[in-house]
């Protein structure tokens, strides 16, 4: 175990997140070659197989999946480590980690208000599709949707808002003085996002889905296409706050299931007696409590 290469170990990970040697390569910047001889030269090492080939890509074994797990866990304390130490030096900077729509749609707006609450705090932001899968350091907020708080017991969690699902569109597509129905709502142009909402909604509805529905990856840019004018869009209600406030947008309509999904904001519960931490994570929640801006 002493020849153990750490650096297959990482390559390892990163092939099994992505199930494919190619897409793996490419995140490393090494051929595909590269990739599948250090997979081999561990496996020959741990004297096991990690990997079933297959035609199209890779999946983890059993004892791959254990080694995997083992290495993301290795991984992240490290990168949390690694974290602390860069942020021992004192400066006053707090990371944020959020989605991208939230990023743009809730934080942007608020960028003013901060600098201003907060005159000699950094803010760093750091957007992911996906939630962080190591336990925060210090000065790290990370603000994530889930149907449960965060389970990691390394962090304190407190709710933010529940994700109220709202149809908005262009006072120029529809001025509606009242929610419109959900029969008239399919009629309209729709815009989602990767979520696919309209289409479960019809599909639940049991209303035919053979509509023409604009996709897009992001809530944000669904969000902009209907402040064009291109359609409806079916969103989280916070990230809309401002746009409606401001009149470039109106609420037609509100799902009427009651939220199953919540938004909280978590941080590590080892540094809550840092400086700037607990007053940043205040200001947050008092923001989500205020509404628009």
């Known amino acids: 175990m002493n020849r153990l290469n750490l650096n297959a ?20 910047c090494i051929s595909r070659g590269a990739v599948s001889q250090r997979i ?5 090492d741990l004297g096991v197989v990690l990997l079933e080939r297959g035609a199209g890509g890779v999946s983890v074994t059993a004892a791959g999946a254990r080694c995997k797990a083992a290495v993301d866990a290795a991984l992240g304390t490290l990168e949390t480590a690694l974290v602390d130490i860069k942020d021992a030096a004192g400066t006053d900077q707090v ?19 901060f600098d201003a609450r907060f005159p000699k705090v950094g803010l760093r932001t750091e957007v992911h599709d996906q939630v ?17 708080p965060d389970p990691n017991p390394a962090h304190h969690t407190r709710h933010l808002t529940s994700i109220r699902l709202v149809a908005v569109c262009s006072s120029d ?18 815009l989602q996002d990767a979520h696919r909402r309209w289409e479960q909604l019809m599909e639940n509805a049991g209303h035919a889905t053979q509509r023409k529905v604009l996709n897009f990856d992001r809530a944000a840019l669904a969000i902009d296409a209907a402040i ?37 904001v978590s941080w590590s519960r080892e540094h809550m007696g840092q400086r700037h931490l607990g007053r940043v994570v205040d200001w947050i929640v008092a923001e989500f409590e205020l509404g628009a801006p």
């Open 132 to 148: 962080l899968c190591r336990s925060l350091g210090r000065n790290e907020i990370a603000i994530w949707p889930g149907a449960a």
């Open 40 to 44: 081999k030269r561990l496996e020959l």
């Open 173 to 190: 597509l529809l001025h509606a003085d009242a929610p419109v129905d959900l029969d008239t709502l399919l009629r309209m142009p729709l």
């Open 95 to 113: 990371t944020l980690h959020l989605g991208a729509s939230t990023a743009t749609k809730w934080l942007m707006p608020r960028i003013g208000a």
């Open 228 to 264: 064009g004018g291109h359609g409806v869009a079916l969103v989280p209600s916070y990230m809309v706050e401002v746009d409606v406030s401001a009149g470039r947008l109106v609420e037609i309509w509100a799902h009427p299931e009651p939220p199953a999904t919540h938004l909280y």
């Open 9 to 28: 170990l990482r390559v390892f990970a990163v092939v099994a997140r992505h199930g494919n040697l190619q897409r793996a390569a490419d995140e490393l």
